[in-house]
């Protein structure tokens, strides 16, 4: 039998402002923010979607995305994974940060 059971699984940043990255039979990163750092809210519509947009640009530069390339995602190190979060957080709370659904580019969010 075939395990087509995911290999991560990502909560998004919520009220608590922690974001949770569980990873499938190893381990848990959850990555707290420092409220001194965290942009004043605007607006939170697109903020969960922009979460997801920037960790799917993020694993596909990292050339992660695929059937084939699930052993090569299960490999990644906990710490890389952290960082990938980190920066689709970075990216919501560019969105959070102006009026409208309006993610950031990634010339923009380079800068952060």
Known sequence: MTDIGSIATVLEP???DVARLVEARRATATITFDPN???TVV???GAGDTVMGA????LIDADL????RRQALRDVPL???ESIMRRSADA?????ARSGADP???????AV
Not at 104 to 110: D, I, Q, S, V
């Open 55 to 58: 960790l799917l640009d993020v």
């Open 14 to 16: 919520g009220a608590s």
């Open 37 to 39: 750092t965290r942009p």
């Open 104 to 110: 950031p580019t990634r010339a923009e969010l380079a």
């Open 43 to 45: 607006d939170t519509v």
């Open 92 to 96: 919501a709370a560019v969105t959070a």
């Open 79 to 81: 710490g890389v994974l």
């Open 65 to 68: 995305i695929g059937a084939d």
